[in-house]
């Protein structure tokens, strides 16, 4: 077996050991849960290392490793450390990372991405150093993630008119940045609609495939 193979069977192991946990453990598993949860990412991270020579270009895998990295940086926030400000600003680097990449060299896209960039970067000095982070904070910096969740689909969706990936790594690129939005989705009906239990569930049933799909999305 090699390394790509052993890493997609542990994930794979991740995956039904936290749903197992999560739909039939109590609360005191949740922290047996979020472990494998994190795992599981960071397995995802060292499956996009590997892609090496079967890349399709280097720069389009050093981004996808860059937004990785920074997902990678982003989960403790949430999962583990309830810092919620902090974890969804570093997503807004993620999703200004697959703008970039999957824009490529699209002036139009560019330029979207620097309005977007500069709105993160405005809005980010403003709430820290004059507001101070409390749930309105919070609840605007969902709304950024929201903006540029919104253009990184788009930018994602263009790919297949632009003809800048071959059509497999464009179902790849386009299922996993979906899967990602069904989770964003499930964690927003979480907070806003009285459900105690499922939805929050089922983010992670979204997350982490959405995870493992984008790591292949450079390959070949």
């Not at 937004?67 to 993620?94: K, N, R, S």
């Amino acid at each position: 077996m090699n390394r790509k193979s052993l890493i997609l069977t542990f994930i794979v192991i991740c995956y039904l050991s936290f749903i197992c946990l999560d739909l039939f453990g109590s609360g005191s598993f949740n922290s047996y849960s979020n472990i494998l949860k994190y795992v599981s990412v960071l397995l995802c991270f060292a499956n996009a290392l590997l892609s090496g020579k079967d890349c399709l270009e280097k720069r389009d895998a050093l981004l996808l490793q860059a937004a990785m990295f920074v997902t990678i940086a982003a989960d403790p926030f949430l999962l583990f450390l309830e810092q919620y400000f902090l974890g969804i600003l570093l997503f807004c680097v993620v999703q200004s990372i697959y703008i970039i990449r999957h824009s490529r060299y699209s002036k139009f896209h560019t330029k979207m991405y620097a309005i977007s960039g500069a709105a993160f970067m405005s809005f980010a000095f403003v709430v820290v150093t004059v507001s101070g982070i409390d749930e309105k904070a919070i609840a605007l910096a969902g709304c950024l993630y929201a903006f540029l969740t919104f253009c990184s689909l788009h930018t994602a969706f263009s790919t297949a008119k632009a003809g800048l990936y071959p059509r497999n790594n464009v179902v790849l690129i386009n299922t996993g940045l979906w899967l990602l939005m069904l989770c964003d989705l499930n964690i927003f009906l979480n907070i806003t609609v009285p459900f105690d239990h499922f939805p929050g569930f089922l983010a992670w049933v979204f997350y982490l495939p959405s995870q493992l799909i984008l790591s292949e999305s450079s390959r070949r």
